[in-house]
């Protein structure tokens, strides 16, 4: 089942979401355009990047990091019209409490998974969320990424 359990709103347009994706909650970080366009807003699935810096995850989308540009591309995307959501992936943000990647690399390969394939499947699953967020046309969805986030 997918679902959105929690939706709060922070600061500014900024939401911290929480996804139900099959047994695991997902926490995700969402901008929404300051004028919604008629027939609902594009939407951009954002795949945070590595860059050894555990503790950014979804915050990338507002904060950015220093190998990036400034502003940060999700702002700049939600200012041109669009939704961006943005989950943490495994081992990042929120998600940092699941283990290192290390620990989650070995975990998935003892369990036949690979680390990289338990990041696509939350991916295309937030995907999924994405469609289903209200105010976004599912007809104009898209994805953006930098360094794992991109390989992603």
């Given amino acids: 089942m997918l679902s959105v359990q929690n939706q709060t709103v922070v600061e500014s347009g900024i939401e911290l979401l929480t996804l139900a994706l099959g047994p695991d909650n997902v926490p995700a970080s969402c901008l929404r355009p300051v004028t919604a ?3 609902g807003s594009p939407g951009i699935l954002y795949s945070h990047a590595h860059g050894n810096a555990y503790q950014i995850g979804k915050s990338e989308i507002v904060k950015g990091r ?3 540009q400034d502003p ?25 409490s699941e283990g290192t990647e290390s620990a989650l690399a070995k975990a998935a390969q003892w369990h036949g998974r690979s680390l990289l394939c338990d990041m696509v499947a939350d991916l295309r699953l937030a995907h999924r969320a994405l469609l289903e967020l209200p105010g976004v046309d599912p007809t104009r969805v898209s994805i953006a990424g930098f360094s794992m986030g991109g390989t992603l």
Wanted: include cysteine; glycine fraction near 16%.
């Fill in 37 to 39: 366009a008629t027939g």
């Fill in 66 to 68: 220093p190998a990036l």
């Fill in 72 to 96: 940060p591309l999700g702002l700049l995307l939600a200012r041109a019209g669009a939704v961006v959501m943005c989950p943490d992936m495994p081992g990042f943000g929120e998600r940092r």
